[in-house]
């Protein structure tokens, strides 16, 4: 059982935008400010998307974004492109030197 | 820029010891933090546990003390030992950076992941 809560599945035509939820609690989303986003196409190493709940690294497209209230961390990708078909994982730090992932969530293009 | 290959046996038996090794190359091992990551299949990401460059380790609890990270500065590797393997083992693992430019808490590097099956 994954300790943060995501959608097994979204879908969104291309040119949507589609929001990915990822709920944790107040010990682990809800207590820091320290969750990132990982961009996950099969057979590939995942990609770090978005991290301190809000900020995207360099390279990545302002079609992500990050967001969060309370226990519960938000992806947003606007603007759907067909290579955004991917499966995608929130993290976030629990405390103590330990981080804990959701199940992640398979995004569809239509 | 920092790349990550993680290798070592596809195949465990019930009740021996997993053990994985990650090479480094493109930047030192000598900073950041050092992590091992799962993902069994069908289900999500777990995060395992992580080396700082210091030496000092952390580990998630649910793995009740079954595994050991250690790192090699000299080879620019760090490695996973997991005992006491069982079926709920079976996974691609994963290793990762972080401690980078965007922080402790981003896995901004990984490796491509390595498939360990445990057989019984």
């Known amino acids: 059982q994954p300790a943060l809560t995501q959608p097994r599945s979204v879908s969104g035509s291309p040119g949507q935008s589609v929001t990915i939820s990822c709920t944790g609690s107040s010990s682990d989303v809800g207590n820091y400010k320290y969750v990132s986003w990982y961009q996950h196409h099969p057979g590939k190493a995942p990609k770090l998307i978005i991290f301190d709940v809000t900020k995207r690294p360099s390279g990545v497209p302002d079609r992500f974004s990050g967001s969060q209230s309370g226990n519960t961390a938000s992806l947003t990708i606007s603007g759907l492109q067909a290579e955004d078909e991917a499966d995608y994982y929130c993290c976030s730090y629990a405390g103590s030197y330990n981080w804990v992932f959701g199940g992640g969530t398979s995004l569809t293009v239509l | 820029q920092v790349q990550l290959q993680e290798s070592g046996p596809g195949l465990v038996k019930s009740s021996q010891t997993l053990s994985l090794t990650c090479s480094v190359s493109?930047?030192?091992?000598?900073?950041?933090?050092w992590n091992w990551i799962r993902q069994s299949a069908g289900k999500g990401l777990e995060w395992i546990g992580v080396i700082y460059a210091s030496g000092s380790t952390s580990f998630n609890p649910s793995l009740k003390s079954r595994a050991t990270i250690s790192l090699y500065t000299s080879k620019n590797q760090f490695s996973l030992s997991l005992t006491s393997v069982t079926a709920a083992d079976t996974a691609i693992y994963y290793c990762a950076k972080a401690g980078g430019r965007w922080g402790w808490h981003a896995f901004d590097f990984w490796g491509q992941g390595t498939m360990v099956s445990v057989s019984s």
């Open positions: 493109g930047g030192s091992i000598g900073s950041g933090s």
